[in-house]
Each structure stands twice: as structure tokens, then as C-alpha cells.
């Protein structure tokens, strides 16, 4: 059993849909010292768990990380089934349409949600969960090993709208809007959680001056990511006025980092509207009672992100443009 | 019939749960040259619609306006009880425990319902409806006379919230949550309708200025609603920090006598939440698609306040300490 990763650096196993922020949030791992990416777990969301597994592998290909635990977790839903994805924002790869090396290796034999209970144990108490997708293997999880939380150091999700409007309804963010049944599992859980929801991600945005130095950059990952870009920025051009993409999954992964800290984030009750009811997917965050200054709810164990420190844009180009692994693919 | 009330003024119907803030939007309608209150009905809420009458008479006594029929409406909500209102913020007897010289008389002797209904007949087209509590009496009127949309100008309902916090739950607010299912019947029907929300009221305020100009009025109406906020100011000290209150039914008051106006008020789909679930009684309001400015939804009919065009306090201030009718008590 080992405390922290290799050097010291805090073990993190992120789970994902990748997706091109996905994919960011990824590479940002890689790219950070502070922290050492033990395993990932795969989940339908922005495609199917087995095309992001896939990205995921060939990702890490490129990192020269083929070392890195990949699995396979959930193709459907708590209570739903996977309706195929959105390859109007992310490609029909999922990776923007970017053609990416094949990686040499499978994903893992175990699911997701055994590979996560597995490094749980393995680094007893040491281990952080990134979320970046919806939470259905962290459900599971929960659900084969009640004690996970006991063995996890903190939970960081992309996930949910506060005050903001939701992305796939009025109020529903689509990582929570599409399983809400799970992040109801995750958030009453009772570990220490971080949500990061689109009140923060949408307000954080690369540009195209970000993109020319991703296509710039010292590594064939981190070009990729740019190249990705290009379909990622026309999907926002209604939503912002001009070519730029929001920062979600990045965001989740700067926080658990540690690199970006919230300015503003009151520990809160949650509550996932779990109905069938045209709230379904809200993460109903209760801040009445912040007008004078965030207060921390008594027994509230989850933090909702409502400002950062910085702007995450440039800390994020700079931590990628810097990525120069001697085992990465020039 | 009468296309618009005696001078040319505008006939307005009130539907309220006198209340505090009720007292205070009455009071503006009174004052109010381009209006003429023709008829006010009752429900419960901050008090007993019972109650709510009793207030409603009094204060329209002090003001000389005898004429003007009230009409107690609806007791309990479609589908729950009345709970017995929030005498914490608006006192025993739902007027600050100000003691009001009683009236005359006694309250219509139809249903507020039927007395909307007669109204609107008798106006036919002109009349316009002001809602300043649960919408329980419109929703009766409603499954009484389906065809009421098309006798009715125009409705003004403060509710709801559509990107604040609730305040009877972290998304609903009270006028609303007491009677969802009322409040769905009235954004379904079809006419135009403005919803006032606690995004606007809340952000707009009375202060201890405010008060002393009240006090100071040349009518006993106005010097009584300076002698209720004593207590409602209290109540909002935890929220503003400071002795103070919010603005909600007189800015539907003079949002409906068009003396304030919207600079920010887009038509979105809303709906409410009916389900028993945590959302219950939130005012979906869908405001995806508003950052680069306000974009009116193809097919809504509801416009929802987010902004005006100037404070509300000191319109309000200086229309009540004019208020110098020749009938009302000095």
C-alpha cells in the first residue's frame, strides 16, 4: 500500500467520457507534477464508454503513458440508456474528428468501477476521484465497496448548474442530466466533494490565440488537443458570439490539481432532482443565505465552485504548452 | 360595458394575501393616476384570505375608497392546505401588528373568483390583472370561465425565481410554491403575462429613509405602512445585513401600472415544477440562449423580469408621500 503516487505526487484517478475537454483535462494531468494519473475509468456520455476508452488509450499513446490503467465502465445509464452521444460538439470520434495514432494495448479486463475500488485499496486513503463525465461507475463502485469513501481522499465533478441555466435543459447540466440517479449516489456519498458546475466552467474559455499555441506546442498530444479545437470553438460560436470553447472538464481537473483555488465556494446541501418532472437533472444547490458572503451549511459535505482565483485559460495553455514528457511523441 | 374605467384609466383587478408588501402595492394602485382598482379578491398566504380581506378593507378605508369590492377568495390551495401564513415577517394580523381603524363594511359577498370574472365581463378586453400572492382565485376563474384569457389585457404576477434562490426552498418562492399547480394554470393559459421574480425584487429596497418619509406622509394610509415596516424591516436583517426590505409585490404594482419598466424581460418557455420532488414549485424559466442579450422565445407568451430600467425605491417613495386623495383619512 503506498500513501502517494510515485514522488510523492497525490495518486488520481479520473473518470471520463472524452471527449475533447475530456481530453484537455487529460493532458493537463499528464502535464502537472503535483499529481500522478493511476487509473481511468471510461463512461458513456459525450460518446459511448468504449470509444472513450478508446481515445483515452491512444491519448496516453501519445503521452507515452501507456502504463496508465484504462477500463471500460459504463455503456448505460443508472436509469436510462446511452442515446448515442453528441457528435455535433465533439466529432464523431469524440476527439474533434482528429485521426489519432492507434495505441498498442487493450483497455484493462476490469470494469471501471473495480479498477477504481482496486487503487482504492491500493493507495488506502491517498486516492482523489476526478470526475468529468456522468458518475455512473462512481454509483457502481459505491455500491460494490459501501466503504469507498473511507478509502478516498476527496472527490472533484464537473457537474450541475447552481444559479446558471442548465446546458441540456432550462436547469440540467449534462453530466448529472444524464444519469442523476448516480451523482444523487455521489454527492450523498459523505466524502469530502467538489462540485465544478457550468456557473464557473462556462465562464472560463480558451480562444483562438490558445488554440495557435496548443498547435504550437513541443508535443503531438498537446498539437492534437488543438487541432481538436477546431469543430470544439464552431459549436460555441451561438453561445458566445465568436470561435472559443468553455472550459469545462479542464476546470474539474486544474481544482483537484490544486493550481486554481475557488474564491468562492460554500459547502451546501445538494439535492439531484431524481423525479421525472422537468427538473430532472438539477443539482438543486440551496445558497439562499450567501448574499452577505459565502457561509458553509452545517454538515454540508460538498463545496459548489462559484468563482475562482484566476482565470483558468492561461494557466491551462501555459501548463500544456510546457508539456515536454522525454517519453511523449514528438 | 366599459372599455376602460371612469377617466380613461386603466381598470386593474388585485389579487392578494394582505401582507406587508401587499399594503404597500395597494397602496401605490391608489395612488396611482393611471389606474382605477376595480375590484380586489383575497387568498391566503402571509395570512388567512379571511384575514387577508379584513386588512385589505381597512386599508381601503383609510384611503376613502369604500367603493371598491373585495371579495375573499380561495382558503386552501388545489392541492394543499393553507399552513397559517408567516406572521414572523408580516406579523399576527398580517399588517406589521399595526392596529387599522376597522371598516364599515363587509367584504362582496362572490368568491374572488366570480368576482374577477364579472369584472372581466363588465370590462370586456380592458382589464388587467395584478396577482401579488398564490394564483389559487385566477385558477379558479380559470376552470370557471375558460374563456377569461380573452377578456383579460394583460396579467402581472410577482413569483418565482428564475436564476435567484427561492426563499420557502433553495428554488421555489412562496407565492408559487403555496400553489404550484395554480401557478401552472396561470402560465398555461394562454394570455400575456409578466412574471416578477425574486431576481428583481430583491434587489430592490426600502431603507430607513424610506421609512421616516412614509411616517411623515399627510395621509393615515401611507404613515400606516411606514408604522408595518418596523417589523418587516427586522426580518430582513440576516438577509441584507441591515434594516431594510425587499421589494416584491409593490414592484409588480408598478411594473402592471407601467410607471417602471423592464430593461431586460425576455419571453421564455416556464414551467413549474408540480412534482412532490425537491424542485416543487420552481419557476422553470428556460434562459439558455440569453448571454449575448435578451432573445424572446418563438410561441412564449410569459415575459420574466431580470432587469429594470431604474430602482423601484424612490418612484414608489415619492408616488406614496404624494398620495393626498380628497376622501382619504388625513
Redesign the interface.
Known sequence: MSLVGSGGRRPIYLDCDTGIDDSIALAYLLASPEVELVGIGTVSGNVSAARAARNTLDLLHLAGRDDVPVAIGAQDFLAGSFDGGVPWIHGHNGVGDVMLPAAPREPDRRDAADLLRDLAHEHGGALSIVTVGPTTNIATALAREPGLPGLIRSVTTMGGAA?????IS??AEANIGNDPEAAAALLDAGWDCTLVPLDVTLENRLFERDCAALLDAPTALVRALGAMLDIYFDYYV????ERSCALHDPMAAAIAVGEVRSRRAPAV?I?V???????RG?T?????????GPVDQPGARTRVVLELDRPLGPHLVERLTRFDAPEAVR
Chains 1, 2 share one sequence.
Open positions: 444559479l446558471a441555466p442548465g446546458n432550462a436547469v451561438p453561445l458566445y458570439g446541501e439535492v432532482d431524481t423525479t421525472r418532472g422537468p427538473g438539477q438543486i444547490c440551496d445558497l439562499r443565505g450567501q448574499r452577505l
